[in-house]
């Protein structure tokens, strides 16, 4: 049979790079889900929920595909730090972030909207940044200005001069998609990522 057509439930540019690493074909869907947080919702519960349910946003309009879903939060102490929007909250975000822990949740889904079956996983992955100045953090983002990113920076960019140093099993999770628990997902699907044209036996 046939491999199902792959569907990434995203329109994020950095989540396309990244699922092109797999050498697979497929296309993009805009899901247009509210992304605020439930009342008392942790921010494994809350990057779970909205992976599936921009996953299952798009089922309708393709029904025969795989789809993919993920989403993404930051935290420090608890406390949520969402994609800041503008300079002066991504000012806020790194001043709190200097010299401190920042944990990553990244929320992945594969829905399979013929079957039913839906495969999650969240990716922790922990940023350990440097103490920053004022003037560093203000330099940074003029040069980036990750406003539209999780924690107000871009790790594949100058955001790794932030950083004393990473802790993770999938660096991809912190550029917003993983990778090694995709290419799992992907297999339970009867998708090998390492033979020609994404099939196995």
């Known amino acids: 049979m046939p491999r199902k057509p792959l569907i990434l439930a995203s329109t994020s540019a950095f989540r396309r790079e990244l699922l092109a690493r797999l050498g697979l074909p497929f296309g993009t869907a805009s899901p247009n889900v509210d992304e605020q947080a439930l009342a008392g919702e942790s921010a494994d519960q809350l990057v779970l929920r909205l992976a599936e ?3 299952k946003a798009v089922a309708a ?10 989403d993404q939060v930051a935290s420090i ?3 949520l730090l969402g994609k800041p929007g503008n ?3 991504a000012i806020q975000q ?3 972030a200097s010299g401190r822990t920042a ?3 990244t929320g992945l889904c594969l829905l399979d909207p013929g079957s039913g079956r839906t495969q999650t996983h969240c990716e922790p992955f922990k940023v350990h940044f440097r103490t920053l100045t004022r003037s560093q953090i203000e330099a940074y983002l003029d040069r980036e200005q990750p406003f539209g990113c999780a924690g107000s920076f871009k790790s594949e960019g100058l955001g790794i001069a932030l950083f004393e140093r990473l802790e993770g099993s999938d660096p991809n999770a912190l550029i917003g998609l993983p990778l090694i628990r995709l290419i799992d997902m992907l297999a339970h699907e009867g998708v090998d990522v390492l033979r020609s044209g994404g099939t196995s036996d």
């Open 53 to 55: 349910t921009k996953a």
């Open 61 to 70: 309009q393709h029904p025969d595909a795989l789809i993919i879903g993920s």
């Open 77 to 79: 102490d608890g406390s």
């Open 87 to 89: 300079r002066a909250r």
């Open 94 to 96: 790194l001043e709190c």
């Open 103 to 105: 944990l990553f949740h």
